[in-house]
Each structure stands twice: as C-alpha cells, then as structure tokens.
C-alpha cells in the first residue's frame, strides 16, 4: 500500500531520528547547509509572488515547493531534528545521550545559518546589480518584514517576546507535520501533498520559522532594513527557535509516539 499507519511511520520516525544523531559531522553539516539554501530560495520565490500577483495567498500556497524540494533530496532543517532526534532517546535505542543530540542541533544550526546566509548574499547582489541599485519591491518588503518581525515585538517588550514564542511554537507544529508527511506515503506524489498542507498552513498565518529567518533578517538587513543583528537574534531568532523546539517536540513528536509507539492498541482473544 502507498499509505503507512500510524504505527508504521512513528518507527520509522525514531529510526530517522537515530539515524541523524550517528550521522557524520559532514554529512550533517551539507545535508543542514543545502536545507537551509533551499528553504531561503523558496521564501524569496514565495514573497516574489506575492509582490507579483499582489496576493499573499498565492504566495503561500507556492512556498512548500522548497521543503517538499528538500525533504526529497534528505536534506535536514533544524526544526525537523528538533522533533526527531529526541524520540531515539525516549526509546531508549542504544548509546543515544542528550550530548549526542545538543552536538547534533549545533551542527543542524550551523549548516542551516551557512546555507541561507549565501542566498541571501546572492539575491540581494541579484536585485541590486551588485549593490548599485536599491533592490526594488522586493527589498522594500524584506526590510518591511525584518522591522516588524523585530521591532514590532520589542514594543511589547516580554508580550511581544511571548507572542513570538507561541507562533514559533504553532509553526513547528506544521512544520514537524509535513516532516512526518514525508514518512506517511511511500510515493512522490503522495508525500508532497501530506507535506504542502501544513506548510501553507503555517506561511499563510505568519508563524515564525527560524531556518526562513535566517535568511530573511540578514537579507533584510542588507537590504536596509531598519533594525540591527541583536534585534534580530533576541526578539526573533532566539524565542523563535525555542518555540519551534517546544511546539514540534510536544504537539507533534511526543504526541505521536505516545499514543502509537508507546500505547499501542491490545488485541483481544
């Protein structure tokens, strides 16, 4: 069958999750970095189109094309290990320690930041011809973003820094979905439409996704945006990358092995 029950894909979780804590500091590193370039290439496709067609719907329902890219490929994001590799500990597989895991998210972290700091890099040599023009709509919109997803949280001072946390957290609810997505369906065409629901989801409603911020703040930044590298590390990256630990991890990874790894149903005689 194309489909596999619950049963099925939560191991299949906790083997990826294994997998991914054993997996050499290279292989880790590249498979981070390329998520990460992937993921950036899709966020400024999607905001190209939503300038472009003057609909952010549309522009959200075009995003999930990058993760549904990268996933195929193996590649890793951040918010995905956050929810994966813990469930190898839970499970008690052999020689899997916290240590293992901590070493596992920095590297992830690292690869990620490396592959969408060279998108941004590259489109904003793009839209600017090598930094002689000021960048267009799109520059105009990133930098808009930037401040609001900083400065307009600041305001609020801790509200705001909570706000962001809870949306950090509702985005790797979806997110981690389209990562388990991936698992559910044994065909393309199968794990692309598990994975593009959650995902629109979660881009539509403006949920805070740290691996897309961190191309779209440094982009931003170099697009003129009128904020600075601590505004955007502690009233975005930070509380936002603690919310995507928190919300996938409990709403989706925990949730999903309790109730179909760990409780399983009984079969009566």
């Known amino acids: 069958m194309s489909y596999l029950a619950p049963s099925e894909f939560v191991s299949k979780m906790v083997d990826a999750g294994e997998s991914k804590i054993y997996m050499s500091t290279r292989d ?62 839970l499970d008690k597989r052999p020689g899997v320690t916290w240590k293992q895991i901590l070493r596992n998210w920095g590297w992830v972290f690292l690869g990620n930041f490396a592959g969408a700091l060279t998108v941004a890099a590259m489109m904003s040599f793009i839209f600017t011809y090598g930094y002689n023009a000021d960048g267009g709509a799109i520059a105009t919109k990133v930098a808009g973003i ?54 629109f989801l979660f881009f539509f409603m403006g949920f805070e996704h740290s691996v ?24 975005n990256e930070i509380p936002t990358a603690l919310g995507n630990l928190v919300g996938g991890l409990a709403f989706t990874g925990l949730t ?5 790894m760990r409780t399983k149903a009984k079969r009566t005689l």
Request: glycine content about 12%; proline content about 3%.
């Open 28 to 89: 880790t590193v590249i498979r981070a970095y390329m998520a990460g370039a992937i993921l950036a290439l899709a966020a400024v496709f999607a905001v190209s189109i939503a300038i472009a067609t003057e609909s952010h719907f549309v522009g959200s329902l075009c995003f999930p094309v990058g993760f549904s890219m990268l996933y195929l490929m193996g590649f890793d994001l951040l918010t995905g290990v956050f929810v994966l590799t813990p469930l190898a500990w």
């Open 256 to 260: 999903l092995y309790t109730t179909h």
């Open 146 to 199: 930037g401040e609001a997803r900083t400065l307009g949280y600041a305001k609020y001072g801790m509200d705001g820094w909570i706000t962001i946390f809870i949306r950090g957290m509702l985005c790797n609810w979806m997110v981690s979905m389209g990562v388990v997505g991936a698992m559910i369906s044994t065909t393309v065409s199968g794990k692309v439409i598990a994975m593009w629901m959650p995902i």
């Open 212 to 235: 897309v911020n961190m191309f779209l703040f440094p982009f931003g930044l170099i697009m003129g945006g009128n904020f600075s590298i601590a505004d955007y590390f502690i009233w």
